[in-house]
């Protein structure tokens, strides 16, 4: 009988690499099984609708985190809506993905590209992302351009209306209250001015159109002159919102400006004939005080020149030099 001999370090080698082996299989079974129970799902929603996300793209996503089930849930929705790039090509997972660490709101903006598609709105997956990446709520954006929406100008404050006022050429004041319908121009979104912007304007072109009329008239009669001639200033320009219409809602007469500023300019104007008189008075009365002090200055030199001729005279005597006038004499008749 013949003993085939082995030896034992061979022996040792060889089952220690079998455990090895077995060991590497048993924990690549477990992790293969974890991550089948944990993301076997997800990978069979994704297949079973047709936008194939492989596995390990699942789990990278997890790693990355990215919550998995919101990409799936977005890729499927970009695929059942036919969804396609500028270049013609399917949405990527990629694309989503990066959206998300970008910090944007994935679902939001596969929920407006969707909306837009259905009504006829030209608007890829870069503009909604790069909106939405902006700040700016996009779905309600592309809600807004298909349903425009109407708001007040001066917007109100606290359920109560608010006016403009404006004053025509005959000085007569208007208060208006206007409603502005917009919708949103996406093509300015990024950029462009908001609602207040908007508002802003319209109010600006509402005065203006009211002062250049000659009269308050003009403007009860034909309310829709002062929508008309907003309309024609292109308000719009640069902003995130198209003016569709301005409707005139509210047009009131106020006070009567020009007849105030007149009576207030009077009232000016005579304070300051009155302080012109009253300065022309003072100046009379202070005059008036001068030649008074003048006449008893006068007086008084009048009295000391009076004082002096009894000297002059006893001078006069004392010196011998007192002298009377010879009366002139007759003139004699030239008659015989």
């Known amino acids: 009988m013949q003993i085939l001999m082995v030896p034992l370090g061979a022996v040792d080698l060889a089952t220690i690499l079998f455990w ?3 060991v590497l299989a048993i924990v690549f079974a477990i992790v293969f099984f974890v991550l089948v129970m944990i993301y076997g799902m997800l990978w069979l929603q994704a297949f079973m609708s047709g936008a194939r996300i492989p596995l390990l793209n699942l789990v990278g996503m997890s790693l990355r985190k990215v919550n998995p089930a919101t990409i799936v849930a977005a890729k499927i929705m970009g695929h059942q809506a036919a969804l396609r790039t500028a270049q013609n090509r399917e949405l990527t997972s ?3 993905e990066a959206h998300v660490l970008a910090g944007g709101d994935v679902m939001r903006v596969m929920k407006a590209i969707i909306a837009a598609d259905r009504a006829g709105i030209d608007l890829l997956f870069d503009r909604a992302a790069a909106i939405d990446l902006a700040g700016r709520d996009v779905l309600k954006a592309v ?3 298909v349903s425009p929406v109407v708001i007040d100008c001066p917007l ?3 359920g109560k209306r608010n006016t403009l006022s404006a004053i025509a050429k005959d000085g007569i004041e208007l208060r208006v209250c206007a409603r502005v319908t917009v919708r949103t121009n996406l093509d300015q979104l990024i950029g462009g001015a908001t609602e207040e912007t908007v508002i802003a304007r319209v109010g600006q072109g509402i ?5 250049s009329a000659e009269s308050y008239m003009e403007m009860l009669e034909l309310p829709e002159r002062i929508s008309k ?3 024609e200033r292109n308000l719009d320009t640069n902003t995130a919102y198209e003016i569709v219409s301005i409707d005139i809602l509210v047009v009131d007469i106020g006070e009567n400006i020009g007849a105030r500023l007149q009576t207030e ?3 000016s104007d005579m304070r300051v004939a009155q302080a012109k008189a009253e300065s022309r008075r003072a100046e009379a009365i202070a005059r008036e005080q001068e030649m008074r002090a003048s006449v008893v200055m006068q007086n008084a030199m009048l009295v000391m020149a009076d004082a002096e001729i009894p000297i002059e005279v006893a001078n006069a005597f004392r010196t011998g030099t007192l002298r009377t006038r010879k009366p002139k004499p007759a003139a004699t008749s030239s008659h015989n």
Do not use: K
């Open 265 to 267: 300019t009077a009232l």
């Open 143 to 145: 809600q807004t351009s």
């Open 207 to 211: 005065i203006s159109a009211i002062g």
């Open 156 to 158: 109100s404050s606290g």
């Open 229 to 231: 001639a907003v309309l």
């Open 20 to 22: 090895i082996g077995s």
């Open 94 to 96: 990629a694309q989503l």
